[in-house]
């Protein structure tokens, strides 16, 4: 099993240019879960899905849109990028019934 | 969710048990204690969590006071690959779709 694994490793875009971010997880779960990490803080959740054709809004959704078309993946998509959205991009899932939730490697994304 | 709070860093020498505490007074009788940790640059991994009672797991020990408002993550014989970032999080099963909130955890040193 490959776990979860995110598309791609790095990026760097300038300002007003758009992107997705792809995370795909191959252990059946039914939640997933998009979180950024700025240097010296912890996650912070931006949005998640609790099934397939679900998603919903988590503490910083602005600026983001998500799509769960497949229930193995998750997509996070960047409009119209910005220099705050400089970031280290971490994808989740997990279970229904077990709340341990498993991270992807992250993406780092450069805005400039 | 209950707020936690952790002491910012910790050293620990090679070999010796690391403990890591984790304050949680307002916490309410039916969240969850969680630890995570994230070494440099991947994602959180899930480390142990529990309730009430103790637990113990391959990785780690956790260790809940009576009154819940605290506890403390033992790493019986740490290693240089345990320098990490650890987080202690409250988690209500029902109200917060299982969401993670991280804070800024306690980063944790183990010298040779």
Known sequence: NAGVTQTP????????????????QDMNHEYMYWYRQDPGMGLRLIHYSVGEGTTAKGEVPDGYNVSRLKKQNFLLGLESAA???????FCASRRIEGYEQYFGPGTRLTVT | DAKTTQPPSMDCAEGRAANLPCNHSTISGNEYVYWYRQIHSQGPQYIIHGLKNNETNEMASLIITEDRKSSTLILPHATLRDTAVYYCIALNYGGSQGNLIFGKGTKLSVKP
């Open chain 1, 9 to 24: 490793k790095f990026r760097v875009l300038k300002t007003g240019q758009s992107m997705t971010l792809l995370c795909a």
């Open chain 1, 83 to 89: 220099p705050s959205q400089t970031s280290v991009y």
